[in-house]
């Protein structure tokens, strides 16, 4: 099935500092969903962004399917930032997601 | 809207008990999604169902069984509790008009 690998698997920032999170994937796909998890538990859809670059706020997002990966951008990181960063992808054929193991981001005042 | 909901919140099991986890969506969505999350890990698909009537194997099926009789719930059922399914378990929802996946607040299951 297809692979997918977040880096870095953990990231300590003061607050206002900006951050880049990268997810690769080992193959074509139809779906790519950013994904934060509140320290919390509760899983919120940041952005669907199987192509090309959204932005929302302090947050955006790039992904190049050519070369399969995606990037998730944080500027001006408040402390409500922290929690875990999940990027998961679709591949060609199927319903289904399939998740990295996260980058867990702590934003310290 | 109350979006995705999940009963109960949290349950402890013992070992060779059942029982069934609720979910329920009111965006009228076609799709609807069982993941499993264990520290350190990302999701894992259980189950899934692209409408009512219909159900299909994830990554991570064994020991669990669905029924989606409605399309809006989605249930997950453990007939024989074992201890590697401690676990929090979470449900998704999605529209095809958008592709984003919406979750509930997860249930948090204890096996002894």
């Known amino acids: 099935g297809i692979q997918v690998e977040q880096s870095p698997p953990d990231l300590i920032l003061q607050e206002g500092a900006n951050s880049t999170l990268r997810c690769n994937f080992s193959?074509?796909?139809?779906?790519l969903q950013w994904f934060h998890q509140n320290p919390w538990g509760q899983l919120i859809n940041l952005f669907y962004i199987p192509s090309g670059t959204k932005q929302n706020g302090r947050l955006s997002a790039t992904t190049v399917a050519t070369e399969r990966y995606s990037l998730l951008y944080i500027s001006s990181s408040q402390t409500t930032d922290s929690g875990v960063y999940f990027c998961a992808v679709e591949a060609m054929v199927g319903y289904q997601l399939t998740f990295g193991k996260g980058t867990k981001l702590s934003v310290i005042p | 809207n109350a979006g995705v909901t999940q009963t109960p919140k949290f349950r402890v099991l013992k070992t060779g008990q059942s029982m069934t986890l609720l979910c329920a969506q009111d965006m009228n969505h076609e799709y609807m999604y069982w993941y499993r999350q264990d520290p350190g890990m990302g999701l894992r698909l259980i189950h899934y169902s692209v409408g009512e009537g219909t159900t299909a194997k994830g990554e991570v099926p064994d020991g669990y069984n669905v029924s989606r009789l409605k399309k809006q719930n989605f249930l997950l059922g453990l007939e024989s509790a074992a201890p590697s399914q401690t676990s929090v378990y979470f449900c998704a929802s999605m529209t095809i008009n958008t592709y984003e996946q919406y979750f509930g607040p997860g249930t948090r299951l204890t096996v002894t």
């Open positions: 193959d074509s796909v139809n779906n």
